[in-house]
């Protein structure tokens, strides 16, 4: 099965930026598409972007729209996600998974036997 690796993480002030990575165990293109999640303390998971695996086309959700992007390497099985303007409702554990292509544009994850160990982003000042 799948597995990924999160990382990138880490505590930034409002307004900062950081860069997350998702390095896949194997193809992703072998894969609908990828998604970011995350899940604040207290709430569910929620569906923050996620990309088609094969020609690269994108979503976000309403509350990082223009101010995240996200990308991948196919070569490197790896897909980013670059975090702008960071707000303290932005903290959460972010985690990477595939996603179920019925559900496209919205991103749902496929499984959830697919959620790893997650990346944390903190935004405080």
């Known amino acids: 099965q799948l597995q990924f690796v999160e990382s990138g993480g880490g505590s930034v002030q409002p307004g900062g930026s950081l860069r997350l990575s998702c390095a896949a165990s194997?193809?992703?293109?072998?894969?609908?598409?990828i998604g970011w999640f995350r899940q604040a303390p207290g709430k569910e998971h929620e569906g923050v972007s996620c990309i088609r695996s094969s020609e690269g086309s994108t979503s976000y959700a309403d509350s990082v729209e223009g101010r995240f992007t996200i990308s991948k390497d196919n070569a490197k099985n790896t897909v980013y996600l670059q975090m702008n303007s960071l707000k303290p409702e932005d903290t959460a554990v972010y985690y990477c998974?595939?996603?179920?292509?019925?559900?496209?544009?919205?991103?749902?994850?496929?499984?959830?036997?697919?959620w790893g160990q997650g990346t944390q982003v903190t935004v405080s000042s």
């Open positions: 194997e193809f992703i293109v072998n894969y609908y598409g």
């Open positions: 998974a595939p996603v179920r292509p019925v559900n496209w544009p919205d991103c749902v994850i496929y499984d959830d036997d697919y």
